[in-house]
């Protein structure tokens, strides 16, 4: 039977072969949302990086990438954007590459290198998710890109929004993804109020993201699967 | 405000400055659950090491130690018990210094061993711990040893409780004691039934060692509560 596991934090994927798994890589708020919004709004690629420093050595590169970049919640001056999902639509990045700065999620990404296949995972993509997992046939990690190497809350009740569509098939559950989906069947109901108790989200009100918040936390707005071919993220043709 | 917060791995203790905390170590099956009932009934010390040969080690020192080690649910030839707490009895311990193997526990004993307490938390001592805690006025760090160093439920469940007892008091949760408390929500009517489908739950049923899950998750059963004193576990006197 094929396994279902959540790894609750990037600190934890060296406990896992991840060369036997399809790993989704999941970082809520807010850098998978943005690349989920962005690949479905026409982006032919997103790049993500850990540091502003290499992110802004693309533009020494002299093509034209989109240059994403924040701190503290405000953009850094010479960039294009920041991590806001409102900057990913069509508008912006449809035909770009985008290159993203994000701690988290790129940390994340790293660390799976070598999985079966890398794709993307937010609340915007859910069910279009979740339906091409079903057909894989193969051992899925659900990799929460957390908040500095630790656990967080948003992450893991999207894991658990995964395990629910997910779990009436043939899958092995490890204890993370039955905690993880007996947390979602807590805070499925309004997951932006459940949320609100939260560390993080205490320290992105301070950021004043709100709006970036409930953003995320829109279900199935998208169908497209960012998916990872060597260092960039791209659509994934199924 | 003081933190309460939940180290859902041993993985993850080094995210955290543990000399800032007093840390209760939690590994209910058994090892945590039978050094509560073991210096409950008198033991003079109980001292964790990770390997058997270690263990076996004391025998050489010529003292009168009683050796603990067990592989695979048996007790391992040459030793006088192994890691159920059913060897742990008045009878069998009092006045007795027991050495006791156990990986996962002494991994997190040994991790957190800069803290500026560290105690021994189980089912059987919950409300005697709490009570003691509360007196604390300090930073506590609930540290589940887990299984081989990844995320288990029956651990967190039991930190859930701790949060649970603690929580209406001055205490800034982080978002793994909001879910640990949230999933002791979700169990405690029946903490047995609800770690049955956890995949440790089977890997012990194979190992024919049920009743001694039932003895281990006994609430308020003691009220002694082991702290670490130099290598050694003994009853802390407040």
Not at 84 to 103: D, M, N, R
Request: charged share 25%.
């Amino acid at each position: 039977m094929n396994q279902l596991n959540v790894c609750l934090s990037p600190s934890l994927i060296p406990l896992y072969n991840v060369e036997d798994y399809v790993v989704v890589i999941i970082d809520i708020f807010r850098a998978t949302s943005s690349i989920c919004y962005g690949i479905e709004n026409g982006a032919e690629a997103i790049i993500p990086v850990s540091e502003v420093e290499e992110c802004a050595a693309y533009r020494e590169k002299g093509l034209d990438y989109l240059l994403a970049a924040e701190r503290d919640g405000k953009v850094v001056d010479g960039f294009d954007f920041g991590n806001s999902p409102f900057s990913y639509t069509k508008e912006k990045v449809a035909g770009k590459t985008v290159v993203l700065t994000t701690t988290n999620g790129t940390h994340a990404l790293h660390l799976s290198r070598s999985a079966k296949k890398i794709v993307i995972g937010s609340f915007l993509n859910l069910t279009a998710l979740c339906n091409w997992l079903k057909t894989q046939n193969d051992n899925i990690l659900l990799v929460c890109a957390g908040w500095k190497n630790n656990f967080n809350l948003e992450d893991t009740l999207f894991a658990g929004a995964v395990v629910d569509q997910l779990k009436d098939f043939e899958f092995k559950l490890d204890d993370a993804a039955i905690a993880a989906n007996d947390l979602f069947q807590i805070g499925k109901h309004d997951i932006d109020q459940y949320l609100k108790k939260t560390s993080h989200g205490e320290r992105l009100k301070k950021l004043g993201i709100e709006k970036d918040i409930e953003f995320c936390l829109q279900v199935d707005l998208t169908t497209a699967i960012p998916v990872l071919t060597g260092e960039k993220l791209v659509k994934l043709i199924s």
